[in-house]
């Protein structure tokens, strides 16, 4: 194992020492898993969206090789928040 020193706030170190006394687990123990299973769901994330970000991409550079539409949009952006203020 590789020793690590991370700063926590406060109300994690109250819940840490409780969850590991009511589990009768290290507070080590509890850190490593809850990495583990950030880790995880972070791959199956980017594993399962890399398809969709590319599909994306792909429908991006479509759209800007077509260049602007011509008259199709008859305001400004500033129009749109008009009467907000």
């Known amino acids: 194992m590789i ?34 299973q950030a880790l995880e769901a972070d791959a199956i994330l980017m594993a399962s969206d890399v398809g969709a970000w590319e599909r994306e991409k792909a429908f ?8 602007p539409i011509a008259g199709s949009r008859r305001w400004n952006r500033d129009e749109l928040y008009e009467g907000e203020h």
């Open 3 to 36: 020793r690590k020193q991370v700063y926590i706030e406060r109300r994690h170190e109250v819940r840490l020492k409780r969850l590991a006394k009511q589990l009768g687990r290290s507070e080590a123990e509890l850190i490593r898993q809850a990495l583990d």
């Open 60 to 67: 991006i550079r479509k759209l800007r090789a077509q260049g």
